[in-house]
């Protein structure tokens, strides 16, 4: 991957780059300027088409590759990995595609379309070189073709609906086979009626394993998340897939937190986060706190370690995907989530005026006798994480956002937000740890009053109430 690139190669891909210009003009020229006597342009588009294309088309398969023996599987949080058999050789799925009742967190769901009984977190594995037989079966009022998004394959397994092939009517089951010519994080998704069918949830990834991995590419944590994005009016059974800017509910692999399963690792793991994105119109720049990764490959490709570069932030792009990779170095509960801000809400309206600062005086008082239940919102920001215990929620809705914490205190994020868990040691990567229990002196409390005295600060007020007692929090 990192072979040195020679000066006569760098001359060379220059002139190749001037001929290909006068190529373009000089149509039928090609096989001429590729034997030119000093030209290595012949081996520079050698290079250039072993990472800019998927080769052969007639590429005869290698052997099905084993989980445990051929590849790690990766960890899917709140989601499953579709079982295979293997028949002649051939890799065999099938994909189904149907209602399912779907859980977005204890108090909300919602009647969306899914595959094989799971909504976004349905996860294909497959390893590089082998062949892949996946029956669809069709299970939904409607009809649809699956896209198998960022895959070399032949152009009439590419699922597009009427394009490539004819629809999948209800109740038929089509078969979809070609031979992996990648590896890599990709997806798929319903490609017929698109705006409908993955606003109701039509979404997948599949992710390639590499043949022959190099040793850069082995991890300890192998992630799987699917960012969506929803629009579930209060009260209602099913997504509005009509809505194009107010979705209400994002989310990972189908959850919200404080739903989404935590990612574990142990203290020292290298950890990759395969992020795709397959929202209807929602780019999100996913955080990663107290950690910094490096982007290690896109759907199309792995990027060399010379090219990959550090971030906490990664834009995943709708339509994207991202491999993401860290060391867990630091012990700790860390937040992992969309910076958008109103992508860490749960079921927010949009449709208020901004009260911060309003002085709501007797209002609840005199509102009080019309609406029992009538609570003056928005004065003191949105924070009220509690508002789901104070206040009657209507049916099938969750709190905008929250959850008790380790210190008592709410966790004012919902949405598209998990936790990553760092331990030095953890009985099993399949058991959420708990809280993290920090080590005495690492957690900013309120500062006592010698120490304000220490340091020359005066602030009065902070002498009115004794610093909490924090010692134990599980
Ligand atoms: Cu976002």
Redesign the pocket.
Known sequence: MSKKISRREILGFAASGLAGGALLLNRGGEAQAQTAPGSSRGSVRQRWEKSYSGGRLDVKPMPPGLPGKDYRPVTIPNGAALPFKINGGVKVFHLIAEEVDHAFDAGLRAKCWGFNGRVNATVLEAVEGERVRIYVTNRLPVATAIHWHGFYLPNGMDGVGGLTQPYIKPGETVKYEWTLRQHGTLMYHAHHDEMTQMGMGMIGMFVVHPRNPAPEQFVERDFALL?S?WVIEAGTARPNTLKMNDANI?TINGKVFPSTAPLIARTGDKVRLRVGNLSAM????LHIHGHHFRITATDGEAIPLSAQWPETTALIGVGQTRDLEFIADAPGDWALH???TH?VMNQMGHQFPNLVGMKPGGLEERVRPLLPAYMTMGHEGMDMGRMAEVMPMPKNTISMKGKAGPFGDYISMGG?MTLLKVRDSLPSYDQDPGWYQHPAGTVALKASDAELRRDGIEVGANAANPAPDHSSHR
């Open positions: 960012l994005e994002l929602s780019h999100h720049p969309c910076h958008m992508h598209m």
